[in-house]
């Protein structure tokens, strides 16, 4: 019986590590920081903004009615268009033909065509269909597509074809042998869709909808040229009576940083929530 002494050790303390100045990135940063002050230092000392009416137009009626304008645009587009846009990639992502030409041919359309040129088609849509109706009922189309209508039509189908290929490419992305395996342990199409598909597919499909809603939200400003009382519409009205361009301009900016910070925030715990928690096995030490 031979019996196994281990050497013994001493215990040494690591010496500090010294990290050396990188001078490259001091200067970088001390020449940004130096180039951002100067420009702070010359829009503060600017004798031609009204530093004060700033914060008394924030909270003007007319700025508040076109930011909750600009939030019903939004949420209706993206609610519309995410709609829409599941439907178009179910179809698609189907084995009909059919269905996937009428899909690639809406999608091709509207998200080729630019957003502003889209606005102005719904808003004159009626020099070339004046009225819509059915034996002696008519109605113009003047009164059916009011601007706020044509900007919504406008957003909401452009909003659709972009979603369309964002969750359809979600789909596409989950393996095929998880629709295999859920087919042999039985499931039907529908429940393989909706536990097995769904969950791993919207891991995907949530951060760039996400973004598409920020973007909604700045891309809702383009509806001022056919007169819509967003904000940027009201910010615009303001400034023609009083001349205070800069400063209703900065308003509109606050606002607008202040709704997509909000839904940046709300994005960042969404996408959290979906992300798979980590279970952290242990293990008991084997006895012998």
């Known amino acids: 019986m031979s019996l196994f002494v281990a050497p013994s050790t001493s215990l040494h303390l690591a010496p500090p590590v010294v990290r050396s100045i990188r001078w490259g990135q001091f200067l970088t940063g001390t020449s940004a920081i130096l180039v ?3 420009f702070a230092m010359i829009v503060a000392q600017s004798q031609s903004i009204q530093w ?22 939004t949420a209706g587009a993206m609610i519309f268009g995410i709609a829409l846009g599941c439907i178009l990639a179910l179809m ?16 091709w359309w509207f998200r080729g065509v630019p957003l502003i040129v889209q606005i ?7 020099l070339f269909i004046p009225q819509i109706g059915i034996g002696d009922f008519s109605i113009s189309i003047n009164d059916l597509v009011t601007p706020a209508f044509a900007g919504f039509l406008a957003l909401g189908l452009h909003e659709a074809a972009n979603m369309s290929e964002i969750i359809r490419a979600g789909l596409v992305a989950v393996d ?3 629709r295999e395996a859920a ?11 909706q536990t097995v598909i769904l969950p791993q597919a919207a891991r995907l499909i949530v951060p760039p909808t996400g973004n598409q809603a ?7 400003a383009i509806v001022s040229v056919i007169g819509m009382q967003d904000l940027l519409t009201q910010a615009q009205a303001i400034y023609a009576r009083t001349f205070l361009v800069i400063e209703l ?13 909000v839904a940046s925030v709300g994005q960042h715990y969404l996408e959290k929530s979906l992300q798979p928690k980590n279970r952290s096995a242990t293990t008991a030490p084997a006895r012998a």
């Open 176 to 178: 095929k042998g998880q």
């Open 120 to 126: 102005f088609f719904w808003f004159n849509i009626a």
């Open 92 to 107: 698609a992502t189907s084995k009909n033909l059919v269905l996937k030409v009428i899909a690639a041919a809406f999608v």
């Open 183 to 193: 087919t042999a342990l039985g499931l039907k199409p529908r429940q393989t869709f």
């Open 214 to 220: 920020i973007g909604m939200l700045k891309a809702s």
């Open 36 to 38: 951002l002050a100067f």
């Open 52 to 73: 004060a009416e700033i914060p008394r137009y924030l909270v003007h009626p007319s700025i508040l009615r076109g930011v909750l304008l600009t939030l019903q645009l």
């Open 249 to 261: 301009l900065f308003v509109a900016s606050i606002w607008y940083l202040a709704i997509t910070t």
